[in-house]
């Protein structure tokens, strides 16, 4: 992980106070899977933030492992805005496109704007690859691209005599050609070399030729870019004002990890992950099993079904419950999470959304899982849902998450999406003396206990570790009376355990904050949101008031409950808009709960929202 504490990397010495001053720039990179395309992107992001630029990034890349070289379906992008103002999105449109192949030119072009820069590897350009992708004539020899700054460069072939002396074979020295892109692009940017190179001498510390050959690589497009005629000028973005501090680079899934771990430790509770594979939510389960030093426990399970009841298993001894999935895979664990509202046990299930239904599409994001969180299980089973706003907030959100299954004794829905699990930004990294303690009270005391006794503001029952002398008490899916827990076909006690675990989850509004209201109280127009489509909202909010629009944003993170002050909200405003990446869920539950006419803006493309679209709604209400 990139840190940086107090300090930056200075650009070269050479392009300080030289070039164009821009406030921000958006960079793709476009390629084969196999051209390291996400690798070349996510260094420039390190090294941006080394830098002291603020930034967002958007990885796009295609489901398979390695998809048919040279084809469209097989284009894997990383796309990223950095600069010295606050960055909320990855931006709209590229300012400059570095595509490694026709397949990746032809993917992105309509995504420019004109004006826009491309740099191309003309050494892909043979009469196959543009066959092959449908370009009947060479888009570089005719007038099509006549709107953009096309910049033809021979990466492959100067990548393959940069690394000759390496004695290296020609394929795997042509594999060293995105090193030479980013060193080409870091030129152009006045960013610096050092981190890059001594990241590639950790990586590759193993095979010494590897290090001297993509390292020459990187320097070889950096000079290229010094001494070449084809570029008028460089570019300078200055470091953004941020708090000093010790920060580094996170994506939505790292924070997660970081979060749970940390509610383990805040809470004194082992933290138990019961999960099956499955994207985009693997990382966390690959990142929370290097935590074993920390009371972290990490199982593999054979499906769903026995990760998700691990984990009940894990909270009924007294550890702290959680499991990974997305939706299909809460589907499977549907009984599972019903067993866990029925015996009342902290369970937190993070779903990571993707497109779908059923496998969709893997590597996209969505948000199309709110409504399956709230009531997506039989019977009448209430689920607190928590939802972070950007990758950074998975942190906080976890614990959050953490706190209210603990303190609620029920499981909780945490539903992140695959813009936040894998878009990455700068996280000031708290101070641990600043972070609340989970209190945690495992009931010991035989004296009139009962295990459905409940807390009289809570409502919650207590947590008893098995084996405590005295407090023997049973547990399962048929219903509990209401104070025994023993077995009970009582028509009436059902019903009052129905609405009693509802209540339960309904007074979770008395602990949870406010939704903050950016801008003014009452106006024409309120943009909500939730999840991934806070950085689109709040810019095109910022923009409108620019434009003296009377435009304000509330951003939800706690969707079930909601807050309490979202209904009168709602009120003190002419038009009030819920923009989502699904058909309408979250607008769906409001009308339903506040009597509003809410209005919709959807997009289900699996893309996030580019703030042109959301200006574009602005201006028609309010035009």
């Given amino acids: 992980m990139t840190q940086i504490v107090g300090e930056t990397l200075d650009p070269p010495a050479a392009q300080q106070g030289a070039g164009e001053e821009r406030e921000s720039v958006v960079i793709r990179f476009a390629g084969d899977s196999g051209d390291g395309m996400q690798l070349t992107g996510s260094l420039f992001t390190h090294t941006a933030a080394l830098v002291g630029n603020d930034l967002a990034t958007l990885p796009d890349f295609p489901a398979e492992i390695r998809a048919p070289a040279g084809t469209l379906a097989g284009v894997s992008g990383f796309q990223l805005q950095f600069g010295s103002t606050k960055i909320f999105t990855p931006g709209d449109a590229p300012d400059v496109l570095v595509a490694m192949n026709p397949a990746a030119l032809k993917r992105n072009t309509d995504a420019l704007e004109r004006g826009a820069t491309i740099v191309v590897n003309v050494d892909a350009f043979t009469e196959r690859a543009l066959s092959r992708v449908g370009y009947d004539v060479n888009p570089l020899e005719d007038d099509s691209l006549s709107a953009f700054q096309v910049l033809e460069v021979k990466l492959s072939s100067m990548t393959i005599d940069a690394v000759e002396h390496v004695g290296l074979g020609r394929s795997d020295a042509e594999r060293c050609k995105n090193f030479f892109a980013l060193g080409l692009v870091y030129w152009m940017y006045g960013r610096p070399l050092k981190h890059t190179l001594d990241w590639i001498a950790g990586k590759f510390a193993k095979t010494p030729e590897y290090v001297e050959a993509n390292q020459a690589a990187l320097k070889a497009g950096y000079h290229y870019g010094e001494t070449a005629e084809i570029f008028a000028h460089t570019y300078r973005v200055p470091a953004a004002q941020i708090e000093p501090g010790l920060y580094r680079k996170v994506t939505g899934n790292e924070a997660t990890v970081m979060g749970f771990v940390t509610a383990s430790q805040l809470s004194g509770l082992n933290l138990f992950l019961g999960s099956y594979p499955i994207t985009p939510a693997s990382d966390i389960l690959h990142g929370l099993s290097n935590y074993k030093e920390y009371g972290v426990r990490t199982f593999q399970a054979e499906d769903e079904i026995a990760a998700v009841s691990a984990a009940i298993g894990a909270a009924f001894g007294g550890s702290l419950g959680l499991t990974t999935t997305r939706g299909p895979g809460v589907s499977l664990k549907g009984e599972a999470i019903g067993l866990a509202t029925m015996i009342e046990l902290p369970l937190i299930i993070a779903n990571i959304q993707r497109a779908g239904p059923s496998t969709g599409m893997p590597t996209k994001t969505e948000q199309a899982d709110l409504l399956q969180a709230v009531y997506g299980r039989h019977g009448e089973s209430p689920t607190p849902v928590v939802a972070p706003a950007s990758p950074t907030e998975c942190f906080h959100m976890a614990i959050e998450a953490a706190r209210l299954a603990i303190t609620y004794m029920t499981p909780v829905m945490f539903l992140s999406d695959g813009y936040i699990a894998n878009g990455a930004e700068p996280w000031l990294v708290p101070d641990p003396e600043d972070l609340e303690p989970i209190e945690v009270e495992f009931h010991t005391e035989v004296e009139g206990f009962h295990p459905y006794m409940r807390d009289p503001e809570t ?35 059902h019903e009052h355990m129905i609405k009693t675990r509802a209540e339960k989850i309904a007074r979770m509004a008395n602990s949870i904050p406010d939704a903050e209201v950016f801008g003014e109280e009452e106006g024409e127009l309120l943009l909500i949101g939730w999840g991934g489509t806070f950085g689109a909202l709040r810019a095109a909010t910022m923009q409108a008031q620019r434009r003296g629009m009377k435009v304000s944003h509330m951003h939800l993170r706690y969707l079930n409950p909601l807050p309490r002050n979202v209904g009168p909200t709602l009120k003190r405003f002419t038009h009030v808009v819920v923009a989502e990446l699904n058909n309408g869920q979250l607008r769906r539950l409001m009308r339903d709960e506040f009597l509003v006419d809410i209005q919709g803006l959807n997009k289900i493309q699996g893309l996030p929202f580019k703030v042109s679209e959301i200006m574009a709604r602005i201006d028609e209400l309010l035009a």
């Fill in 459 to 493: 409502l919650a029952r207590p947590w008893v570790r098995p084996g405590t002398p005295g407090l023997e008490h049973r547990i399962g899916g048929l219903e509990k009376e209401a104070l025994s827990g023993d077995v009970s076909y009582d028509p009436h006690n």
